[in-house]
């Protein structure tokens, strides 16, 4: 790696435009520039990315991978693999070049990039520049030899130097004169290029270099002030206004500089070397050296400081006019036009964060003063308060946002009253309200009349979210609407190009088929994290819902250890602000698990949790009386039946009638020693007068009333409660009750030829006694033989270590981890991580690997 | 925190306004001197000095300028408030 670190106008722009350029240039280049004051750390890695991608000149992998799309969420370690993986698979030495690095001002787009750095493929050579030493932890490539720097006494010019660059610039000079400004710019490049420009042409050089060597005037200063003296008026005038943005081209140098002809002026100015450079190979965009345009701002604001205002407001006008909304809205508040600022940030923060510039919103909202508190950015502040799980402020803030709504001229009205809604619907659906859902949701979802296409495109964003969050809302309650609003709004999604949305809505679409049979649900949860790993979007929060459905599913069907994999994906992707269902549902599942293996101790904690959370939530939760009830039945498992009837005894009527209660009341009778009271208690679930969630209620009903008959020594009537739970079991080849209840001696004792269920009965006694459920598919005919190198990466894969860890642990690359793994997928016929532990389970390969 | 400075209108993090000395190579222009409208220059043989009252993040404000726009920066003083006298120009600068 190397690292270029030199003050302001050293050259370094310069020095990489040289190297990039040299004949002889072996290396593909990925160069990209970091935007001024790049706060959003999402958008400096997306252009980082498809510099990588242009340099490799491949239009995709040979995976398929979608462009990389912005997400209102961002995970900076999923970006940073990408990237990586891109890297390794250049063929051949490819350069990462990174200028204007200084610029970067996300601690956390700095702290990924140091991730980047020292995971770099051997093949790949990254090349920084900067004006300041930066916060970059490289000390262990420093140690390691591998980093190279390049500072400011490394550019200076000398003094031969300093007369080649007169040279080539046609300036003739004394040997004297050029010593002299050799001394005077100490050899600084910015200082020796300006010289040159006021040189070439002049009528005395000597006088000049005489004049200037004798001034104590900064070197900048004087230089500039001369190079600006000598350009034509027009030519003067156009630097002095343009030098307030960022880029400028023709059509907007027009415009600010009150005349025509600017581009021209560019262009020349371009190729007389005068700080202006082209951003495009069609040379219609260009920029200003940042010193250049620096001090050209300050003799601005001096001469002409009236202008300055009026001069941002015309750039926030034609950005506004070309859709370039971040630009309009900094220029105006450049201008001073807080109430105007507010305003156009208010309406386009909804589409803006749908673009992925959550973080850009954010910073615009900071760049308001303090004192500014004007109700139009309350929609803005409540939008970033609920992405970051603050949800009483949201609300207050979305109530002031509402009244400022209604003070609105109708054009603006129906658009702040859809994203005032929108988040109202978020909001609820966060907290689980279900009315204040609807609420909303008659209104946004209602046809509109829209009037231009950006109004068509904003509706259906804003219908597609509806529809998301509408669905999302009804599924947690267990509401039939939930599915078809869900498909609907993935549908939409996927027309409009809105990837996020389309697979947030297919997420919670498996999320939502819970009363479905398993192999649907499982399906539909296996689509949504395919499309999110298209995406590279396979470890975000948004997945959350299927990866913790998928777990369930399989504790349902007694896939344990494939259970646990998903669940520690699960905890992996969530967040601090993850919503109080999904967490409640990650602690049932976890309680699920531990019951099933007969650790009831480590079970209770987590049902008693998702018991806790389920009382947050404003409605009531489908799943809280099989909560209540597994809390009450692990108590009684755990020999506290006495603790367990008092809390039934502080039960509501209703939750008591419940089939789940029921069959509490049947365990608690069970460890009080009470078959005949146990047998009470399950039989209104058995004749079905008790209600309940769903038919594994009773699977677990007829078990316990198995183990009630046991007791009693009614062998007869136990084993047909067994041959009744196996029957109602057997379309889902449901696994967990007979786990949960510890029936496995009453699936011994079964007559294997009295039962209609032969291979479930032969299944379930598998998984109870321990050991893995019969693979799928057989295993590959000639499954080719894991090296040794692989094996030992095999090993790891069962863990949460990321590739870079799992290199760490043995002492290899990351790319040498890459290779073994894209093998071990191959050989194994697989294409994900936990298909691959699966595979390598069901072939007894861990044991192997462990005991090489 | 310095206690005995005027309260001025920051809350809590900002640490108090402080007087600071900060000495730049050569005679800082009209031009380059707008940059620093919170600052007090003056010109002391080759140098200039820019003296005024800033608080923390005034102060990396004005060190992000000089850097931005190359200056050569010689020198960053803090001076204690009490020991200023009164009237034109600070004692302790040569």
């Given amino acids: 790696m190397t690292i270029i670190s030199a003050p302001a106008g050293s050259g370094k722009t310069s020095l990489l435009r040289a190297w990039a350029g040299r004949p002889g240039q072996r290396r593909r280049l990925a160069i990209m520039q970091v935007q001024r004051d790049q706060q959003d750390a999402q958008q400096f890695w997306l252009a980082l990315l498809a510099a990588v991608r242009q340099a490799s000149g491949a239009a995709g992998a040979a995976g398929g991978a979608e462009p990389p799309a912005a997400t209102p969420e961002f995970n900076g370690r999923a970006m940073v693999d990408r990237v990586l993986a891109e890297l390794e698979g250049h063929r051949g030495r490819v350069a990462l070049v990174i200028d204007d690095l200084h610029e970067l001002h996300s601690p956390d787009a700095l702290a990924q990039l140091t991730l980047l750095l020292t995971s770099l493929p051997p093949n790949a050579h990254a090349v920084l520049a900067t004006r300041r030493d930066l916060r970059l932890r490289l000390h262990q490539l420093r140690l390691a030899g591998e980093l190279a720097e390049i500072r400011a006494e490394d550019l200076r010019f000398t003094e031969r130097e300093t007369r080649e660059l007169l040279g080539a610039s046609g300036v003739t000079l004394s040997e004297a004169g050029a010593a002299l400004l050799h001394e005077r710019t100490e050899g600084w490049a910015a200082g020796l290029r300006l010289a040159a420009i006021s040189l070439a042409g002049h009528p005395d050089p000597e006088q000049f270099v005489a004049e200037f060597s004798g001034s104590d005037r900064t070197v900048a200063e004087y230089l500039m002030a001369e190079m600006l003296g000598r350009q034509p008026d027009d030519v003067q005038q156009l630097l002095l206004r343009t030098s307030l943005l960022d880029r400028v081209n023709g059509e907007l140098a027009d415009l600010l500089a009150g005349r025509p002809g600017s581009e021209r002026i560019l262009l020349g100015l371009e190729d007389a070397n005068a700080f202006v450079v082209s951003l495009d190979p069609e040379r219609t965009w260009f920029r200003y050296h940042h010193l250049f345009g620096d001090l050209l701002r300050l003799e601005l604001r001096r001469m002409l400081p009236e202008e300055v205002p009026a001069l941002h407001r015309r750039a926030a006008g034609w ?4 859709g370039q909304i971040a630009d309009a809205i900094r220029h105006t508040q450049a201008a001073g036009d807080w109430p105007d600022a507010a305003r156009l940030l208010a309406d386009h923060s909804f589409s803006l964060t749908m673009d992925g510039q959550a973080q850009t919103v954010r910073a615009l909202l900071r ?27 949201a609300a207050a803030y979305l109530a002031v946002a509402e009244t400022y709504a209604g003070t609105t001229p109708p054009d603006r009205q129906r658009r702040l009253r859809v994203a005032v809604a929108s988040l109202k619907l978020s909001l609820a659906a966060r907290r689980g309200h279900l009315a204040g859902v609807l609420e909303q949701t008659r209104f946004l979802v209602s046809p509109v009349t829209a009037q231009t296409d950006e109004e068509i495109e904003l509706g259906n964003d804003l219908r597609a979210v509806a529809l998301m969050n509408l669905g999302t809302v009804e599924a947690s309650l267990g509401l039939a609407d939930a599915e078809r609003h869900l498909r609907e709004g993935a549908v939409l999604a996927g027309k409009t190009g809105r990837p996020y949305l389309e697979v947030r809505c297919l997420v919670q679409l498996g999320f939502a088929s819970k009363i479905h049979p398993f192999a649907t649900v499982q399906q539909r949860c296996r689509e949504a994290i395919a499309l999110a790993e298209r995406y590279g979007w396979d470890t975000e929060p948004m997945t959350v819902p299927a990866l913790i459905t998928l777990a369930s599913t399989m504790v349902w069907t007694g896939e344990f250890d494939q259970a646990e994999l998903w669940l520690q994906r699960t905890t992996r992707a969530m967040q601090a602000d993850t919503g109080a269902d999904i967490r409640l549902l990650v602690h049932i599942v976890s309680g699920m698990l ?25 409605d009531s939760h489908a799943l809280a009386n099989q909560v209540t009830s597994w809390v009450l039945a692990t108590q009684a498992r755990l020999g506290r039946p006495g603790e367990a009837r008092a809390a039934l005894a502080a039960l509501a009527d209703e939750q008591v009638g419940s089939g789940e209660i029921h069959n509490a009341r049947t365990v608690i009778a069970l460890a009080e020693g009470d078959p005949a009271g146990a047998l009470d208690a399950v039989r209104g679930v058995l004749d079905g007068t008790a209600p309940v969630i769903g038919y594994v209620t009773v699977v677990e009903a007829q078990l316990l009333a198995g183990l009630a008959h046991h007791e009693l020594g009614d062998l007869r009537a136990r084993n047909q409660a067994v041959e009744r739970a196996l029957a109602l079991a057997e379309s889902d080849r449901l696994v967990l009750p007979f786990a949960m209840t510890g029936s496995r001696e009453l699936l011994e004792a079964l007559p294997r030829h009295q039962t209609a269920h032969a291979a479930l009965l032969a299944d379930l006694l598998d998984v109870l006694h321990g050991s893995s459920p019969a693979a799928d598919q057989p295993p590959p005919p000639d499954a080719e033989e894991l090296s040794p190198g692989e094996l030992r990466v095999l090993r790891f894969l069962p863990t949460n270590l990321s590739r870079p860890e799992i290199a760490g642990q043995l002492s290899v690359s990351p790319n040498t981890v890459s290779t073994h793994i894209r093998s071990i997928y191959a050989k194994l016929g697989v294409r994900d991580r936990s298909a691959a532990v699966q595979r390598a389970r069901d072939l007894r390969l861990l044991s192997a690997a462990r005991t090489r | 925190m310095r206690g005995h400075l005027p309260a001025g209108d920051h809350d809590g993090m900002d640490p108090a306004p402080a007087l600071y000395v900060i000495r730049i190579k050569g005679h800082l222009g009209a031009m380059v001197l707008s940059a620093f409208p919170a600052l007090d220059p003056h010109h002391h043989g080759a140098h200039t000095v820019l003296t005024g009252l800033l608080d923390r993040s005034a102060l990396y404000g004005v060190l992000a300028e000089i850097e931005a726009l190359g200056l050569d920066l010689l020198e960053v003083r803090q ?16």
Avoid at chain 1, 368 to 387: K, Y
């Fill in chain 1, 319 to 322: 950005f506004a006019e070309h």
């Fill in chain 1, 367 to 393: 760049a308001f003063p303090r004192g500014v508190d004007d109700p139009a950015l309350a929609l803005v502040r409540a939008g970033r308060d609920l992405a970051e799980g603050r949800l009483d402020e």
């Fill in chain 1, 594 to 618: 531990q019951a099933c293996r007969g650790r009831h101790h480590e079970a209770l904690p987590e049902f008693r949790a998702a018991e806790y959370l389920g009382s947050q939530l404003a």
């Fill in chain 2, 79 to 94: 001076v204690p408030p009490e020991r200023k006298s009164p009237g034109s120009g600070d004692s302790r600068s040569p």
